[in-house]
């Protein structure tokens, strides 16, 4: 069982209701979408084939209780989800960040799936799988990430949809692109239309210097 990752590193958590703590991330090569905004173009192709138990072994050295599976989109790849529950049975909290393109039930549940909505200004958002809103559990989390105000006033449809259809989440962030809207806007937004969501800014980018690879 092999997967083709880009890299494996050690960082801080930079996003997630986890921001802030240690973590490993295993990202995978390959994504089936082409956001507008996307950071991470250079795993669209990039990467080397690894057997899942040499994974396993460069995630123990790192002494960190903490796994996240990123990409691209991890789910483009059929062990994915091996890999997945391998880490769970070695006890380790594993977060699977996905696009929110393809069905997340393809993950273990205990699993903190995190889920992508796009929005119009990314250039994908017809891609999003709408049964996923139905399979999310408090265990789980949902990220907008917004450019401009009708990508918010889109996440806001979204929300109003999961409270008429009785839909939970454990987790909903609001991501303002780095570089493209001022938080303090999006910050406002949400102050004004009182939204029980989290405003979500990406960590790693403050820590370190935003294009900066492996953090």
Request: aromatic share 10%; net charge negative; hydrophobic share 35%.
């Amino acid at each position: 069982m092999a997967l083709k990752v880009n890299e494996i590193f050690y960082s801080i958590q930079g996003e997630s209701s986890y921001a802030g703590y240690p973590c490993v991330f295993v990202r995978l090569t390959g994504c089936n979408l082409r956001c507008s905004y996307c950071d991470t173009r250079y795993a669209y192709e990039d990467g080397d084939e690894w057997e899942i138990e040499q994974i396993l072994e460069k995630v123990r050295n790192y002494r960190c209780s903490i796994v996240e599976i990123t990409g691209g989109e991890p789910l483009t790849q059929e062990d994915t989800s091996l890999l997945a529950t391998r880490l769970l049975t070695e006890n380790f909290t594993v977060l699977v960040e996905t696009n929110g393109s393809m069905d997340i039930d393809r993950v273990d549940r205990r699993c903190v799936r995190v889920v992508d909505v796009k929005c119009p200004s990314s250039g994908e958002a017809a891609s999003f799988y709408r049964e996923n809103l139905a399979k999310l559990t408090s265990n789980d989390e949902l990220k907008f990430v917004i450019a401009e105000r009708a990508d918010y006033d889109f996440a806001g449809q979204i929300l109003k949809e999961m409270e008429r259809e009785g839909f939970r989440v454990g987790h909903i962030h609001f991501s303002p692109v780095f570089g493209s809207i001022n938080p303090k806007e999006l910050a406002e937004w949400i102050l004004e239309d009182h939204l029980q969501v989290r405003l979500h800014i990406q960590l790693h980018k403050i820590i370190w210097e935003p294009n900066t690879r492996g953090v």
